[in-house]
């Protein structure tokens, strides 16, 4: 089955530096990789996702890289702001069946004023 | 943006007890919603899969008998832990899916439920 793996697990970063999270694939069959973010005690949120059929996706302050060849993607973050703080998790599917996520082991992203 | 409620948020309750925990999707209708299982400091653990008006599927491992998924409606998933122990305490996350059948729909997650059993 798909395994997915994620680095780093923590990171820290200055207020208004990037920050950079990557996740591998093993399923070549994948399609499609959401990225989420949760914070303490709540549930994960959907913060970006791309699709196999594109290379690179851009929301405002975030971006998302994929290199289906390599099997790995990237979450990018420019201009980290405090409330980027959170636990960053990526995910992995593919269009066949449920379209069960798996997903990477998380990041604990903290950024420093 | 797609809203999952979930209810209730945080459950204490005694050893032995039931617990029912609901999942809605408020603004759409969920075909598939799935039912997570996540530990302090790990990652979100699938438990089962849940489709309107079939049965769920269950993950390897995860006892059947013991959490009991219902999915009656397009909008209402509910998760019961029967005979709850101190080992079910964890925090439970749903998610719901829209019903696009041929292409990835994202899952929009719940806000948790934190459940403490003494």
């Known amino acids: 089955g798909e395994n997915v793996e994620q680095h780093p697990s923590t990171l820290s970063v200055q207020e208004g530096d990037s920050a950079v999270i990557k996740c591998t694939y093993s399923d070549s069959a994948s399609n499609y990789f959401p990225w989420y973010k949760q914070e303490l005690g709540k549930g994960p949120q959907l913060i970006i996702d791309i699709r196999s059929n594109v290379g690179e996706k851009k929301d405002q302050r975030i971006a998302v890289t994929l290199n289906k060849t390599a099997k790995h993607f990237s979450l990018h973050i420019t201009e980290t702001q405090p409330e980027d703080s959170a636990v960053y998790f990526c995910a992995a599917s593919k269009n066949a069946g449920a379209q069960k996520l798996v997903f990477g082991q998380g990041t604990r992203l903290t950024i420093n004023p | 943006g797609a809203v999952v409620s979930q209810h209730p948020s945080w459950v204490i309750c005694k050893s032995g007890t039931s617990v029912k925990i609901e999942c809605r999707s408020l603004d759409f209708q969920a075909t598939t919603m799935f039912w997570y299982r996540q530990f302090p400091k790990q990652s979100l653990m699938l438990m089962a899969t849940?489709?309107?008006?079939?049965?769920?599927?269950?993950e390897q491992g995860v006892e059947k008998d013991k959490f009991l998924i219902n999915h009656a409606s397009l909008t209402l998933s509910t998760l019961t832990v029967t005979s709850a122990h101190p080992e079910d305490s964890s925090f439970y996350i749903c998610?719901?899916?829209?019903?696009?059948?041929?292409?990835?729909?994202?899952?929009?997650f719940g806000d948790g439920t934190r459940l403490s059993i003494l």
């Open positions: 849940s489709n309107e008006g079939s049965k769920a599927t269950y």
């Open positions: 998610s719901a899916r829209g019903q696009e059948r041929f292409s990835n729909q994202p899952q929009h």
